[in-house]
């Protein structure tokens, strides 16, 4: 059976640092580790490897990756407006996001991802059944979270005035009865495949939306996944709209619990990290999104020292501009030492692997099946080659993994015990063949992004206190 | 003639984006730029590529590649304590860790570097010897500043007291004479080969050190090289030291000029950046590197914005890990967006594309040689292949190099008209039997570093008002 294996004198992380043990798979779950253990299945050589329990990406946008490379450095809000102008996506279209998603996720030691996905309007069920496909296929674990929203994406943005118009309850409703059919078509966690109520954030969502959530999430027993004060911007709006922090009526809501992961996280102040600390939500913090758009510097050592569970993601590839899982570790673990001159408060390495790999398993309250190399949890697992060049010289593996520029180095991965990699080679989709439907895929807007919205950028400005200057210096080198 | 040949039909940047040009090279030179040019040599096809002018990787120290991976998170004063107990390397290893240096720089868009050189006591000359011949086999731009310093590493920390062990007139002379042996050996401007004196920094050198190299680059018009307060620890120490900032200090020996480029330049303050402006002088930026060792943000909006010159270097590998350039260019282009919210300051990609390639030749004076695709300048060249893995889905190329995440996409590449890279390979160095060379040369103590200095410790936390704090924080997870 190809989901019983056994790898043989391969380097794992220990207490004391690394050791060399023999490890078990049966079934797809690891039934033993130690050292010389017999044989079940086909026997793998481990020796020049390391292995690890695969990451999780823990929050992206599978169809930005066909704007990838396309929005100039812009803040959230304007960033959004060009974003929404871009076309919707086929399902097919969709399909191939996912696919090419997964297949950057995997090739980065990625076993499982969060896609908040973004619904193309009037296809909303068509799109979600698209990308379930993808990552059944390409076979990497996925939870998907539909991008719900009621409120029109002007209410978005602070104006001064609590009110806007707000979502109808019909409008609500048909939201969540959406929701409701995507959960009994695709949650299917026997296979690898879940699905999670993913409300934009409080900016676009009604609080009956929230509740809606939180209501579907006890009767199936789902994750809740949302965005969080991404943005100085939303930080101000929480204040005008609630009266309070957005961490503070999420939880008046009900809408954070152990199963809750939040991404983003930026804009928090320590009452807000206390808070978020005792409901046992997760922030998934994505370094390079929060870069790119200036968003901000999430306090990712606050998190760690209040007890906050925290994990990675790459977030969206219009954001990004890419799903090397990796890279947004290496920055989520080093973008913080110069917050805090105690450098003892600094994330160590193995930290930084426990929080991409057991942080991720946590938010989606996976944390009993997969994110560890302990017995009886599934071989979600990682195989990385300590030879390769981008390895050289050879010194510490997980130095070198996590702080390095490492490329393509996954000798093999398993998802559940199913061979997904192998040879540093996709087994499960064609990457040569998968390019060519990219590129016939496209449509023609990916080569030229829509204008920024003047009526926007104008709102912008005032809420955030930029002057009003002429757009001269816009272009300005 | 391999170093005249025509490139047809390639995208190049124009003021308005991009256009599709002809570029003739004749004698290494660039001939003409333009539509429809007749061919000259070699003629080679552009269609799909974009062409850049090389990047300059404007930092990096060369022998640190042995110590990739190697020194666990710690501010770059304890960091530095593991570094230099780290054994010193023959001159092979040396050699072997400069042909290594350079292959990563060419096979991320960098035709030239700056070699800060950390010399092998007893062997200085020799250190300087294989480097040069490394980097006149592989064919890469190299400017190699010999790291020197005439005071004693327990010198660079503030004390509280001004004095300490200063070097005698007959050492800095003797480093000096080294210095200028080094100038008459290998300063080959004509083959693509610079030396510029490289003081480590006002915390290890004299202040006769500092006037010597002035005096040096004088006669033989030569660039000047060191770092500028890269820590707060530094920026301590000069107030201690000389009563101001650690830049008064330099402009007022006369040390900073308009072919001094200054590594780092993290803890400067308004007044300082307005006397650098002033000068002339160039920031290195070094983002992985501050990052990595919580060095701090550099203020690269200000250092814009006052018009000082400002390009970026990948720093040694023992604080980085590796010597992908497109990497740093990546996250000193992003770096800076949350430290602003006038996103219109934000760096463009054109600007940061230039600040790596023009940028960089300003720091050498060599503005007028490379630099840009200007008619006169020489064939320092990078063609992209926008059809890469890591480039789909084509949208804008400079948003995908930039941005992106981009591997081993350089279809070819040339140093004064020389072909480096043709179809991804290296010509001048088998990478293979590199690896191989690599993997023999290395030593022992590659795999485990050195302790952490107590003494030194201990000291540092004193200065940095660090709790006396018990050691049993510093592994908490």
Same mark, same amino acid.
């Given at each position: 059976?190809?989901? *019983? ?21 049966? /079934? ?65 279209? +969709? ?9 950057? +996720? ?20 068509? *799109? ?8 059944? /296929? ?30 109808? +309850? ?6 969540? /009865? ?103 939500? *997760? ?55 110069? +917050? ?117 950028? /104008? ?19």
């Amino acid at each position: 059976m190809s989901q *019983t294996f056994t790898l043989q004198s391969v380097l794992v992380l220990s207490e004391a640092g690394y050791q060399t043990q023999d490890v078990q798979v049966r /079934e797809g779950i690891i039934a033993a580790i130690g050292p010389n253990l017999s044989v079940i299945g086909e026997p793998i050589d481990g020796r020049g490897k390391l292995l690890l329990p695969g990451f999780v990406n823990a929050h992206t946008h599978s169809p930005e990756m066909w704007c990838r490379g396309l929005i100039p450095p812009l803040p959230l809000e304007l960033w959004l407006g060009v974003l929404y102008q871009c076309p919707p996506l086929t399902p097919e279209q +969709t399909y191939l996001a996912a696919l090419w998603t997964a297949a950057e +996720t995997l090739l980065s030691g990625g076993t499982t991802l969060v896609d908040h996905l973004i619904l193309t309007p009037g296809q909303e069920l068509e *799109t979600i059944a698209a990308a379930a496909q993808a990552y059944q /296929e390409i076979g990497i674990r996925a939870c998907i979270a539909p991008l719900i929203q009621d409120h029109p994406m002007a209410v978005g943005l602070p104006t001064g005035q609590a009110s806007g118009q707000l979502a109808t +309850t019909r409008q609500t409703q048909a939201v969540l /009865e959406l929701m409701e059919t995507a959960v009994q078509r695709h949650h299917q966690p026997a296979d690898g495949l879940y699905i999670a109520p993913g409300p934009t954030g409080f900016q676009l969502c009604s609080e009956a939306l929230f509740e809606g959530c939180v209501e579907l999430s006890q009767r199936y027993d789902l994750c809740l996944h949302t965005h969080l004060l991404e943005t100085r911007a939303q930080q101000m709006l929480a204040y005008e709209r609630y009266g309070v922090s957005g961490v503070e009526y999420l939880n008046r809501i009900g809408f954070l619990g152990s199963k809750t992961s939040l991404a983003h996280g930026v804009w928090l102040d320590d009452s807000d990290i206390d808070l978020l600390a005792m409901t046992g939500a *997760t922030i998934v913090h994505n370094p390079l999104s929060n870069l790119r758009l200036g968003s901000g510097i999430a306090p990712l050592l606050k998190y760690r020292q209040a007890g906050v569970n925290v994990t990675f993601g790459c977030d969206g590839s219009a954001s990004n501009d890419g799903q090397d899982l990796l890279e947004a570790i290496k920055l989520g673990t080093m973008l913080h030492n110069p +917050t805090d001159f105690e450098y003892r408060n600094w994330l160590s390495l193995p930290t930084a692997a426990s929080m991409a790999s057991l942080g991720g398993a946590k938010g989606l309250g996976l944390q009993e099946e997969i994110g560890s190399l302990t017995v009886g949890k599934q071989a979600d697992l990682v195989l990385y080659d300590l030879s390769d060049w981008s390895m050289l010289p050879a010194s510490d593996p997980l130095g070198l993994l996590l702080l390095g520029r490492p490329v393509n180095l996954i000798d093999r991965l398993w998802v559940g015990g199913r061979p997904i990699l192998q040879d540093r080679q996709l087994k499960t989709v064609e990457l040569a063949n998968l390019r060519q439907r990219l590129l016939q895929g496209r449509s023609e807007w990916v080569t030229a992004p829509p204008a920024l919205n003047q009526a926007l950028e /104008e709102q912008y400005r005032a809420v955030m206190g930029l002057g009003a200057g002429a757009k001269a210096s816009a272009g300005k080198n």
